[in-house]
């Protein structure tokens, strides 16, 4: 490519993060180039949270926007330049004094969201509960990882139907509607707080003032634990009791009677932490933004939006739009088309032939996806008698026991013998 043609091209990618690298394929991507209508890089063929794209500020417009209209808004802040809402994230930077022979330096670490609390010494204690590569810690794999789920787990196009390609005005409407509704009803975000600080309906047959009769008749299991009172907190995932004195997660859409370690606040479909704690709660489980989603309305598989219209296709356990069940190598539609599936991804013929057909061992062509084959480790074979015989002395092995070696098949002990003296 000359470089007139190259630097139009970069300047024509139509969205935000063009040419930011794939963290997945270093060097091997050219740069974050937006596919039209997939959500992925024409370069690499990964998602585009594989890419370094968003800065943090269109992370948080992204949040800002999903709080926009709930109960949610404390968390929000409107820009007075232009209105935007923007998520008010928790930022948490500590610091500890540190004393090496004489000189006293102070080390701080950045936390790129913390629980918003307003004890501090919880939010901290949050954090160590939560296995270090997920804290995050600005600049550390954490803080990858953090941004990572926000893409994962709210998808922009889940929310805002202006990052939906060509929806048509009844699917906006629609999507309008489902968005209301789920910001009404099922999103929220975790609180973090002490289980004894909450006096949750639950608790009332429970002393909570440490009255000594009552504790002594439910205390009674605790105390041969050694484990007593903190026994009446467990959690609603693992089942497993609170320690003493740890935080807990709760969801108001759960109520305040269950309660979470912070590991155990997770999205019962990917199981990853979920992000900033938000969650979507339904039927009794949490969920990210996505899963829910995809627990409601069918998702294109390739595009990865929501799919609002009434008429879709179905094919290979998937959800398409009509318009993009399309090779995932050159965009042809595929409707009526022979197709073949790379790595749950369909290809045209063409495109198969060219880049994925395997040859054959015997004729060395490549074989056609549609005709018989017969492979043995990473070797294949046109199920012909041309094709697939002894190496020695050629009599067609279909339906015979046959001897690999290698890329050679033999009928016989004797003739393997001859072949390899
Ligand atoms: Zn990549
Ligand atoms: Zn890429
Ligand atoms: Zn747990
Ligand atoms: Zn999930
Ligand atoms: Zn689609
Ligand atoms: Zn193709
Ligand atoms: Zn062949
Ligand atoms: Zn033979």
């Not at 490519?1 to 394929?25: F, N």
């Not at 928790?90 to 090496?100: D, K, R, S, W, Y």
């Not at 803080?143 to 196009?157: D, G, M, N, V």
């Not at 090779?327 to 045209?348: Q, S």
């Amino acid at each position: 490519m000359d470089l007139e043609s190259r630097v139009k091209k970069i300047t024509l990618g139509h969205e935000q993060g063009s040419g930011a690298p794939c963290l997945k394929c270093k060097d091997k991507c050219e740069g974050f180039e937006l596919h039209f209508w997939r959500k992925i890089c024409r370069n690499c063929k990964c998602g585009q949270e594989e890419h370094d794209i968003l800065s943090s500020n269109e992370d948080d417009r992204k949040v800002g926007k999903l709080f926009e209209d709930t109960k949610y808004t404390t968390l929000i802040a409107k820009l007075k330049t232009d209105g935007i809402p923007t998520y008010k994230r928790n930022v948490m930077i500590l610091t500890n004094p540190v004393v090496a022979k004489k000189d006293v330096s102070i080390n701080t670490v950045t936390y790129e969201w913390a629980p918003p609390v307003q004890n501090q010494a919880l939010a901290k204690r949050y954090m160590e509960m939560i296995p270090k590569e997920k804290q995050p810690v600005a600049g550390s794999e954490g803080a990858q990882y953090r941004k990572k789920q926000l893409a994962k787990q709210l998808p922009a196009h889940d929310q805002d139907p202006s990052k939906c390609h060509e929806l048509s005005p009844n699917e906006v409407k629609q999507m309008e509607q489902f968005v209301k509704k789920y910001k009404n009803e099922v999103l929220g975000v975790g609180d973090v707080k002490l289980p004894k600080e909450v006096d949750g309906p639950a608790e009332k047959n429970k002393s909570s003032d440490g009255d000594k009769s009552t504790t002594a008749t439910i205390g009674a299991l605790g105390d041969q634990l050694g484990t007593p009172k903190e026994g009446q907190y467990s959690c609603y995932r693992c089942k497993l009791n609170m320690k003493e004195g740890d935080p807990a997660v709760y969801a108001e859409r759960a109520g305040y009677d269950k309660l979470w370690h912070p590991v155990c606040f997770i999205c019962s479909v990917c199981k990853e932490l979920l992000v900033d704690m938000i969650y979507f709660w339904k039927g009794g489980k949490l969920y990210c933004g996505r899963h829910y989603c995809d627990s409601e309305k069918p998702r294109c598989a390739g595009c990865d939006e929501l799919i609002f219209s009434n008429e879709y296709t179905q094919a290979e356990g998937q959800n398409w739009h009509l318009k993009h069940f399309c090779c995932f190598d050159c965009d042809c539609v595929l409707a009526g088309e022979i197709y073949v599936m790379v790595n749950d991804k369909p290809v045209c013929k063409p495109c198969y032939v060219k880049n994925y057909a395997v040859l054959c061992q015997g004729c060395h062509n490549a074989i056609d996806p549609e005709v018989q084959r017969v492979s043995y480790n990473s070797f294949h074979w046109h199920a012909t008698p041309e094709c697939f015989l002894c190496s020695c002395c050629n009599k067609c092995l279909i339906g015979q026991k046959f001897m690999p070696v290698e890329k050679m098949v033999f009928c016989s002990v004797e003739c393997k013998k001859k072949m390899s003296s």
